[in-house]
């Protein structure tokens, strides 16, 4: 590690909250602060206070990773876009009388417990404190793309007639399959 054991307790502190990768970074950057205090004159204990004190608190340091998290960008943009959609797929699916088109109960209803559970997915990403479990929210995506498409593809095949609201829906939810779909190199799943 970064070779004083103030330095080492911080950076374990904060392997239990970031990836890896992050910790990696942040023990380069600490490592490099702490050295220059060394070379300015400062003794060893007072050199990594010093760094640590520059650096931040561990939670500090987290709350900020956790604000930047593409996960937690992610879902809140795709929480965003929930509404304007609903707003333009609602009246679409009650203009075209979505009861009456062929599609089976249960094949609707396995659609609509999908949609409530990428809501609650997403929300749990956008709102955590926790750097993991921003991460849900390429899950989120996925299945939120699957669903966007699968909406298409039953307005295409099963709907009787083409509504006017559908001219909004169908661009919209193309945008945002288009946009999620550009994302998701950005999210790790898992």
């Not at 500090?60 to 930047?68: E, L």
């Not at 929300?123 to 404190?129: C, L």
């Amino acid at each position: 590690m970064a070779g004083h054991a103030l330095i080492d307790a911080h950076l374990a502190e904060l392997a239990r909250q970031l990836p890896a990768p992050v910790v990696d970074e942040l023990a380069d950057g600490l490592t490099e602060t702490y050295e220059q205090h060394l070379a300015s004159g400062l003794q060893p204990t007072a050199a990594a206070t010093a760094a640590i004190t520059e650096f931040g608190r561990p939670d500090q340091i987290t709350a900020a990773f956790i604000r930047q998290a593409p996960g937690r960008r992610t879902a809140v943009a795709l929480l965003a876009t929930g509404p304007f959609l609903a707003a333009c797929w609602g009246p679409s699916l009650i203009m075209s009388h979505v009861w009456a088109w062929p599609i089976p109960g249960p094949a609707a209803l396995a659609f609509g417990a999908a949609l409530l559970a990428v809501v609650a997915t997403l929300v749990t990403a956008a709102t955590s404190h926790h750097y993991a479990r921003t991460r849900l929210a390429g899950v989120g995506a996925i299945v939120l793309l699957v669903l966007d498409v699968a909406m298409l593809a039953a307005v295409l095949l099963a709907a009787p007639a083409w509504v006017w609201p559908m001219t909004i829906a169908i661009p919209a939810s193309l945008v945002r399959i288009g946009l999620t779909a550009r994302a998701l190199p950005h999210l790790r799943v898992g």
